[in-house]
Structure formats: C-alpha cells, structure tokens
T-cell receptor, first 114, second 116 residues
Framework: AQSVAQPEDQVNVAEGNPLTVKCTYS??????LFWYVQYPNRGLQFLLK??????LVKGSYGFEAEFNKSQTSFHLKKPSALVSDSALYFC????????????FGTGTRLLVSP | GAVVSQHPSWVICKSGTSVKIECRSL??????MFWYRQFPKQSLMLMAT?????????EQGVEKDKFLINHASLTLSTLTVTSAHPEDSSFYIC????????????FGSGTRLTVV
C-alpha cells in the first residue's frame, strides 16, 4: 500500500535560516507527490507537487521540494525561513489506481523563531 | 484558481442531534469529493470518497449510517453526522477534485464540530 512518512514531529528554525521538512514515500508505480500547509483551524493549502519532469519542484511562497527516486524522498525546502511560515506541513502521495486517493503523512510542525 | 467553500466553519450541537456540513466547489465541477477527519495534532484520516450521483465509498472502520454523505450535484457534497456524540467532536475537512488528470485537489477551510 502507498504511504508517506514524515519522521519529524516538529522542526525548529531561526528566521532567515534555510529550512527542510523531510518526507519519504513508499508506493508501487510512479509516485504523485504533494506538499500542503495548514494554519490553525484552516483547511489545507497546496504548496507544490511532483508528477514528472525536473526533480526540483518550485512551489508557492518560495518553497521548493526535491524528488529523489533512489532515496524515495521528497523533502520540502526553503532558502530563508519566515516567522509566518510557522504552520503544520503535510506530505501526501496519490496512487492513481485507487480512486485517486491522497494518503497523508502525519504532519510536521514548523516553528520559525524571530 | 479553484475554490472550495465549506460551511459552517464551526458548529456546536447537543448530543443526539444531527449536523450537516456542506462543501461546495465554486468555480469548477467536482466529479469527486473527499471527506477527512482530523484529530488534534494528528494527520487527516480519509473517511469517504463520493462521486456525483453515486453512493459514497467509505473507508474501513467508518460508519456509513452515522456519517451520511450525499453528492447530488457536481458542485455540492454534504456530510451529515447523525445522532452526534461527544466522541464525534473533531475537525472535518472536505476536498474536491475536478477529475481532470493530476491537477490536484482543493480543500475547504474545515469545520470544527463540538458535541456537548
């Protein structure tokens, strides 16, 4: 069965420093990978996705993610963190063979300190 | 861009009553809608998948008689929590897909349900 793992419950980073939020995946076939962000009591906002093509995907709000097939990873990155980036981040994978479901990771809370 | 409107954003109800949550796609036709439940500090749990005009497909362990899902049109899906109990208190989120390839999913803003 398809799955994603987010090994870190929380990531702390100082404002202005680069940030990385980790995600690894396990899926049969080609992975369709997504990153979403959630602010308190809000739905999920789309950040970026990888379907095919360049391994480095650029998304919203200056975020990017690198698809690494050999390591089955799709880590989210940003060169310079902002306090306003503090939120809950979810990695997700879709298996197009099963009703186009999204399977989410457990989420990583990002805390950016001033 | 695609917008999904979810209402209400929060609701408090008494035990034993039913609550209906609406999810509308405002500027696209949603062939498929998904309903998720999120517990505090936890990930999203898919409850069911609904396709317009057909019965919803429920995930294992989700009571279909308790969580009634209706997807009567291409722009509206509803989730009704019947005979609600305090353990049903949670954050419910819908998402919609236009079904056109991999352009993804648009999420509603969520509904905080508190059953007292």
């Amino acid at each position: 069965a398809q799955s994603v793992a987010q090994p870190e419950d929380q990531v702390n980073v100082a404002e202005g420093n680069p940030l990385t939020v980790k995600c690894t995946y396990s899926v049969s076939g080609n992975p369709y990978l997504f990153w979403y962000v959630q602010y308190p009591n809000r739905g999920l906002q789309f950040l970026l996705k990888y379907i095919t093509g360049d391994n480095l995907v650029k998304g919203s709000y200056g975020f990017e993610a690198e698809f690494n097939k050999s390591q089955t990873s799709f880590h989210l990155k940003k060169p310079s963190a902002l306090v306003s980036d503090s939120a809950l981040y979810f990695c997700a994978v879709r298996d197009i063979r099963i009703f186009q479901k999204l399977v989410f990771g457990t989420g990583t809370r990002l805390l950016v300190s001033p | 861009g695609a917008v999904v409107s979810q209402h209400p954003s929060w609701v408090i109800c008494k035990s034993g009553t039913s609550v209906k949550i609406e999810c509308r796609s405002l500027d696209f036709q949603a062939t498929t809608m998904f309903w998720y439940r999120q517990f505090p500090k936890q990930s999203l749990m898919l409850m069911a998948t609904s396709n317009e005009g057909s019965k919803a497909t429920y995930e294992q362990g989700v009571e279909k008689d308790k969580f009634l899902i209706n997807h009567a049109s291409l722009t509206l899906s509803t989730l009704t929590v019947t005979s609600a109990h305090p353990e049903d208190s949670s954050f419910y989120i819908c998402s919609a897909s236009s079904g056109t390839g991999v352009e993804g999913y648009t999420f509603g803003s969520g509904t905080r349900l508190t059953v007292v």
